[in-house]
């Protein structure tokens, strides 16, 4: 009767579109169902049927229908889904090829084919790789990139692929792109870790177009004679650097003229090899940084670049770019000339030998007095730029680094203390006052270049900044705040605090440090200007520099700077910290994963308060961990965190608090997020 009914049909399009239509989040749970989440305060349950269509993170649209007196989300499009390209391991299920995505709450397998033809084919990536497609067998567990083609909502990139089915219903289905490594591969972390980025995983290959100009006979004396470059060859330049380093790109010489210090800063110079526009230019400019991970690097140069003609190599000549300073007895930098320059440096140092000799321990000593005075006039200079530096800007924490000891399958041995001593902050010091003087020659000569530029509070948060000061009885202006001097007031005010925990939470009122083309302070090193151009074979930015300061010392007109460089080199340097972070956290998980369950104690300090529970650094190792509020106490209403004073109360006590040395044990080691779960060794109860 009421089969094929027209004002049937069009009474269920009424109620369809004056329903509730919201847009939202999928949150999965641990069960069949999840929720919808729609802002901060809102969200709608999702009944197990309606999961089956999405992954969480996917965005979504939905009609919120009710049922019984109960709303729930009945989900209509798929906005933006959650998983575009993306890492998983190889699952066979009854030989067929499937994958699981490298997520922890995404552990569903999607069926998938190799992608054989196109651009991004999993024939051409394992070409790059040196790989016979048609000899790489897939394996339970081997890593590989994934691209999604289907999704049950409608979701299709490739009009051949199979996710769609004779009844016209959709379903998850991906393309695999790229073959990483196989599953039993020791170093699969780096390769993963690599991939997840789509960082490259080695070093550029140097491209014809430079061969020639490398194999050119450039002699060193018609370099001299024609006034192109001075000649400081018979000076004792030399550099200090960890005792593994290859790509060397500076070097020092001091000399102390009526107790004015004038220090020299010669920089490798690749932009001699490397033309604007040219194939190794491009290629630099894509990498934007070399990326830096426990055991070995990844260059943004080609190695023969990097490693052996642009590299400071002791008793090589090399032509470099330099910049001689004249330093007070204040410390103040009273005068400074940029110029090329041929150097021969006669010493390789190393941090922990110059650093021993200063403190008077180890055996180690200058091999001559030549070198001697060298390392006691750098030393002198360091002392007085940080004086300088207490007074007019800003000195770093002296917190440890740590570096991973490793074999050489790739296994963590060990974990050390990796600490800066006074042969790093005498570097440290030359390299803050070069880029200093960079900063000042490029804004007075041409008013633009590649600057760091950091402004401090945002104006936006400016008041909830001081209203949170307020709260620790630090009383300052909002007008004052947004200036450098009196940011680096309240910074200085800071460092005096028994903890960190103040700092840390204006953290979340303060912009992110930017790369711009136009000169602009840094309030996170407290300096008026600052553009980097120590660092050419590492930094793209820095090779930009240079040129622009050799245009300048030349007098011809520099070449213009698109800013859309800027965007690119910022999201290729957040790119390049997120892969350090990333293994970091893989290597920590690996390394403690024995320790997991075991009464072994080890002593950390409370680095963070959060309404779940707290975060706790391991002070040995530098590993980070989380631990919940149900490990301190059984009772979860008798259990307050006070978030914005850094402390947790238990019966109204205060008990844990930011900061608070405290010793734990390794509860847990999650693979499948790289995090670490410790345990308190009491309990309250």
Known sequence: MFQNNPLLAQLKQQLHVSTPMVEG?????????????????????IPPPQMKKVLHGDKVSAKIE??????????????????????????????????????????TPINAKLALTGKNSFEMACHEKSIDPTKTQLKNGDWVVATLVGHPLGLIYDSDSPAQNKNKQLFFFAEITEFITFSDDPLAPWWVTLAEQDLPRTAPILPDDIHSLLSE?????????????????????????????????????????????????AIANPTEFIPSGSAIDEIAKQRGFTCYLPGFNV??????????????????????????????????????????????????????????????????????????????????????????????????????????????????????????????????????????????????????????????????HIEAAVKTLANYNITCECDSLLTLNGFCDLKRKLALEPTEFIDSRLRRFQTMAEIRLQPGPHFGLGFKGYATWTSPIRKYSDIINHRLIKSILAQEKPDAIEESLCDHL?????????????????????????????????????IDINRAGM???????????????????????????????????????????????????????????????????????
């Open 25 to 45: 989040i999928v949150k999965s749970t641990s069960k069949a169902f999840g929720f919808l989440e729609v802002d901060a305060q809102t969200s709608y349950f």
């Open 66 to 107: 009710t049922e019984n007196g109960k709303e729930f989300a009945k989900l209509e499009a798929l906005i933006q889904p959650s998983l575009t390209r993306f890492i998983a391991r190889v699952q066979f299920e009854n030989q067929r090829l499937a994958i699981i995505p490298d997520h922890p709450q995404l552990n």
């Open 217 to 265: 006979e450039r002699s060193l004396d018609a370099l001299l004679n024609n006034g192109q470059f001075e000649d400081l060859s018979n000076d004792c330049f030399f550099t200090i650097d960890s005792e593994s380093t290859v790509d060397m790109d500076d070097a020092l010489f001091v000399t102390n003229v009526d107790n004015i210090l004038k220090l020299t800063v």
């Open 299 to 460: 260059p943004m140069l080609p190695r023969e670049l990097s490693d052996n003609l642009c590299s400071l190599i002791p008793n090589k000549m090399r032509r470099v770019l330099a910049c001689e300073m004249s330093i007070d007895e204040s410390g103040d930098i009273t005068d400074y000339r940029f110029f090329n320059a041929v150097i021969e440096s006669k010493h390789k140092l190393s941090y922990t030998n110059v650093s021993d000799y200063l403190e008077m321990q180890g055996d180690w000593k200058p091999s001559n007095l030549v070198l001697q005075k060298q390392i006691s006039q750098l030393a002198e200079f360091a002392k007085r730029r940080q004086a300088w530096r207490e007074k007019n800007a800003l000195i770093f924490n002296d917190k440890p680094e740590y570096k991973f000891i490793l074999g050489d399958d790739g296994t963590v041995l060990s974990i050390e203390i990796d600490e800066r001593r006074i042969a790093n902050k005498m570097v440290e010091e030359s390299m803050l006052a070069a880029n200093l003087c960079g900063a000042d020659f490029l804004e007075s000569k041409l008013g633009y270049g590649l600057f760091n530029v950091h402004e401090g509070f945002d104006k936006e």
């Open 570 to 606: 910022m999201i290729r340097r957040k790119i390049s910290r997120q892969a350090e972070r990333f293994i970091a956290n893989w290597l920590y998980a690996i390394y403690l994963e024995p320790f997991a369950g075991k009464d072994e104690l080890f002593k950390g300090e409370i």
């Open 615 to 685: 975060r706790v650094k391991l002070i040995d190792n530098g590993a980070v961990g989380f631990i919940p509020n149900s490990f301190l106490h059984s009772n979860r209403d008798e259990i307050a965190s006070l978030v914005e004073d850094g402390y947790i109360e238990i019966k109204g006590e205060k008990v844990f608090t930011s900061g608070q040395s405290i010793e734990v044990k390794i509860h847990e080691v999650r693979k499948e997020t790289r995090s670490i779960i410790f345990s308190t060794q009491t309990k309250f109860s």
